[in-house]
């Protein structure tokens, strides 16, 4: 199976001893107070979509096809998607409008910067080295391999975990502070299909914790309530 042209190269490139962080600040704003129901989780707009049904469909490993090559080239599908939309919405998503990786009322992500110190960073940065990050491992033949006979490393298992764990604060970030933006774009159905299509599948090949999904205790990704939502309404599998 072939997968299709890399997009170009990001111009920017993090600094050289970066690492996604796999943890997060506590909450920066007191619990309990009541914030508004977001948008996304609101009708008509939760309902939005490309693809009606279940997804369970679309992300079964075709017959004859290799796991990690299936793996790879969705991997591949929804990092150049994801990169697309965030494209559009960057002029939106700047140092003043978006200080910190905010994906929920108290939830900051942190990234892990080159003294293993946990730092906050304006999202469009953090989003920056996530998108660069991932970039350059798509690029890395020893990584993603593309030509016949080279295997995938016995790392790839935990090497793609680590990418959609971070491609999906990209996802939360979205949906949480540029959702306005989406539907502005008319886009909440390209939108909601594409990140349905990406938990359904982290699903089913187990690349994503539930706990990265709903986050910590008083401190929720706001995500995981359309996480939960679109189970009840089964477009995802309970
Ligand atoms: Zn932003």
Redesign the pocket.
């Known amino acids: 199976m072939q997968r299709a042209p890399r997009p170009p190269r990001r111009s920017t490139t993090p600094t050289s001893a970066t690492f996604p962080s796999t943890d997060s600040l506590p909450p920066t704003t007191p619990t309990g107070t009541t914030t508004p129901k977001p948008l996304y989780l609101c009708s008509p707009f939760v309902e939005a979509a490309l693809v009606k049904g279940n997804f369970k469909t679309i992300v079964m490993l075709p017959k004859y096809a290799d796991v990690m090559e299936w793996v790879a080239v969705n991997i591949f599908d929804f990092y150049t998607n994801l990169n697309q939309f965030y494209g559009v919405l960057a002029e939106c998503?700047t140092q003043q409008?978006?200080p910190a990786m905010a994906a929920g009322p108290n939830l900051n992500y942190t990234w892990i910067n080159q003294d293993r110190k946990s730092v906050q960073l304006p999202?469009?940065t953090y989003v920056d080295y996530v998108m660069t990050w991932v970039q350059n491992l798509l690029d890395d033949d020893n990584v993603f391999p593309t030509k016949s006979g080279k295997e995938f490393s016995p790392n790839f298992p935990s090497t793609v975990k680590h990418v959609y764990r971070q491609l999906l604060r990209v996802f939360a970030?979205i949906y949480h502070?540029?959702y306005q933006q989406i539907l502005h774009l008319r886009s909440e159905g390209h939108f909601n299909s594409l990140f349905a299509h990406f938990l359904a599948f982290g699903k089913e090949y187990e690349l994503l914790e539930v706990k990265d999904i709903k986050g910590q205790p008083g401190v929720p990704v706001g995500i995981g309530a359309l996480w939960e939502k679109w189970k009840e309404m089964g477009i995802l599998e309970s």
Request: net charge neutral; charged share 0%; hydrophobic share 25%.
């Open positions: 998503c409008s978006c999202a469009p970030h502070a540029h």
